[in-house]
């Protein structure tokens, strides 16, 4: 009998060391992908003045992961959502948002010409184009990228959004828009940080004037 409960401690033992294990390895694989993971950063931000606008410059910095850009070779479209919010401080209460900006960015690969197309809109770009403000023809990937990348003039507000006497921010968030891939994507991408293009940084609006 007593030889019987030995063993079983011992394989009970044996089994709560392979399970360390195993969570162990599970802590590593975990580490080892937010360590993989794609990383998004705002290289350049600045405001100025031009006329009765709030104009934003800002350049966006990564490095297309493979599985995004086997998708774009295959026909997906990616739209990339860049958004600033401008809010006015206020010490009594939360802050309180004076003004809002999107730019939507439909990239593009056109198999039969080999070139990239990229659309750019003020709000979300439907199949019929519409609100299309802009579009651009690129020979190569990185030509484009860049043009997504980056982020020149801006304009994110009216003058008379802005009470100058008081302290403002503004929020400026960039992302792949996940939710606007096809629907068998959108699941595949969960979870998945090849898919996560992000960054979000909030700075003082400091006016500087146009040259």
Not at 7 to 36: K, M, P, Q, V
Not at 187 to 204: E, F, H, M, N, Y
């Amino acid at each position: 009998m007593t030889a019987f409960i030995t063993h079983c401690l011992r394989n009970a033992r044996l089994d709560l060391i392979g399970l360390f294990a195993c969570a162990c390895l599970a802590w590593g694989y975990s580490d080892a992908a937010r360590a993989e993971a794609p990383t998004t950063d705002v290289s350049l931000f600045q405001l100025e003045r031009a006329g009765d606008a709030v104009l934003l410059t800002a350049t966006v910095g990564f490095e297309l992961p493979a599985a995004v850009e086997e998708a774009l070779l295959k026909g997906v479209a990616m739209i990339f959502v860049a958004e600033a919010d401008v809010f006015r401080e206020r010490w009594y209460w939360s802050n309180k948002k004076v003004a809002s900006a999107e730019r939507h960015m439909r990239l593009a690969y056109q198999p039969l010409t080999r070139r990239w197309r990229l659309n750019v809109a003020s709000g979300r770009i439907t199949n019929a184009g519409l609100g299309v403000a802009l579009n651009q023809n690129f020979e190569t990937l990185s030509d484009a990228l860049v043009a997504v990348q980056r982020l020149a003039r801006w304009k994110i507000a009216d003058i008379s959004d802005i009470d100058l006497e008081q302290r403002h921010l503004v929020e400026f968030r960039f992302r792949l828009d996940v939710s606007q891939l096809p629907r068998p994507l959108q699941i595949g991408s969960l979870g998945q940080t090849d898919w996560d293009i992000s960054v979000a940084t909030t700075r003082p609006l400091i006016l500087e004037s146009a040259k």
